[in-house]
């Protein structure tokens, strides 16, 4: 049986849209190869401050909602989300559903390997997302997260104050990169669980 309800009919892609978008995407992946992720961001869109380390693609198809403080790091894999497409499959006589939403990252942010940051997220100031975290609400300043969804671990203070007991880099001897590192490597297994 077919439904009676009737739903406005969504202008699709057309040729020339789909061409430029994969045309914009090939340019940014080919600008990141060139001259690295931070030029490509900010070519495509993207607010970015000083001194920051931008380590991974930011590859969103709405990147002028991202805004980056200064000093942040952002390390590799990490996924910008700016929509949500599920909003795709809700419609009614308007229409379909979107949702667009910034995300900004302020001043002295760490955000770790991996993380995933969703729609509307605002990560506060001297925050670190630990790899692999999910960030479904906004992160107040100065505190560490991790998990899925990422939860409170510790205070960023309080996480300096670990850090602080790590080997510095004058701690370090050898002449290549490996010999560096295993001079100050941990040799033993972090305990079970």
């Known amino acids: 049986m077919r439904s009676t309800q009737s739903y406005v009919r969504e202008p699709r892609l057309t040729g ?5 978008m994969k045309l914009n ?11 690295g ?9 993207v607010a970015i401050g000083a001194d920051c380390r931008i380590l991974s693609s930011i590859s969103t198809s709405e990147p002028w ?9 952002i390390t590799g894999g990490v996924v910008f989300l700016t929509h949500d497409g599920t909003g795709f499959h809700v419609r009614d006589e308007r229409g379909r559903r979107y949702r667009y939403a910034p995300i900004t990252l302020d001043d002295d942010v760490f955000v770790g390997q991996n ?8 990560i506060g100031r001297g925050s670190i ?13 100065g505190v560490v997260v991790a998990g899925n969804p990422a939860r409170l671990i510790t205070t960023r203070a309080e996480f300096e104050t670990r850090a602080l007991s790590w080997p510095a880099k004058a701690d370090m ?14 040799t033993e297994h972090r305990p079970e669980m």
């Open 16 to 20: 020339g849209t789909l061409a430029t």
């Open 25 to 35: 995407r090939i340019m940014n992946r080919l600008r990141s190869a060139l001259r």
């Open 37 to 45: 992720p931070e030029h490509a961001a900010r070519k495509a869109g």
């Open 65 to 73: 909602l991202v805004s980056i403080g200064s000093r942040v790091t």
């Open 115 to 122: 993380a995933i940051l969703l729609p509307g997220v605002r």
């Open 129 to 141: 997302v630990a790899a692999g975290s999910v960030v479904t609400k906004s992160i107040p300043p």
């Open 173 to 186: 001897t050898g002449l290549t990169l490996r010999e560096q590192i295993d001079s100050v490597a941990e």
